[in-house]
């Protein structure tokens, strides 16, 4: 796992290096870093959305980077995710017309199917944002930004960065 400093990172000084791939950065993206939800406030779904929503948006530390890197292959996953998101919203719209429009025995498995092709797109759909491309979260004190999977060529450049200063 890597670890920055917040501070540096809304400052944006940040190698031009994708924190996730390693690759060169081709564009940065101004990104708000959330930090995860904690795990106890996960039952609260069940006594309603809005509980839970309020416990965790009262909680949450955030970070925003002006700059963070963002290299060709992050691109091309956004650019997928997005595709497979809208093309299976679209799919389930569809199926959900075509339910209503035909009105025999299938209307039933076409309505299921619709409804199953709309989540799994929204699904796909949501992970296609920048911040879930980056993979990064800010830590619970919301003194660090933390990329649990990081480039090892990321971890490596940063740290001769910050010999530098």
Not at 14 to 32: D, F, S
Not at 34 to 39: E, M, Q, Y
Not at 147 to 157: L, Y
Request: glycine letters at 10%.
């Amino acid at each position: 796992m890597i670890r920055i400093p917040a501070s540096r990172v809304a400052a944006g000084a940040l190698p031009q290096v994708c924190a996730k791939h390693g690759h060169a950065a081709i564009e940065t993206k101004a990104v708000k870093i959330i930090s995860k939800p904690p795990v106890w406030a996960a039952p609260l779904i069940i006594v309603g959305a809005l509980p839970y929503l309020i416990v965790v948006m009262a909680l949450r530390k955030t970070v925003k980077a002006p700059a963070w890197p963002w290299c060709e292959e992050c691109a091309s996953e956004r650019k997928t995710r997005f595709s497979v998101g809208f093309g299976l919203l679209a799919l389930g719209l569809l199926l959900f017309v075509g339910a209503f429009a035909l009105n025999n025995d299938t209307s039933g498995l076409l309505f299921a199917v619709g409804l199953l092709a709309l989540l799994i797109g929204l699904i796909f759909a949501l992970r296609g944002g920048v911040l879930p491309i980056t993979g990064a979260f800010t830590s619970k004190d919301g003194q660090f930004v933390e990329v649990p999977k990081g480039s090892e060529h990321f971890a490596m450049v940063l740290s001769r960065m910050a010999a530098r200063v």
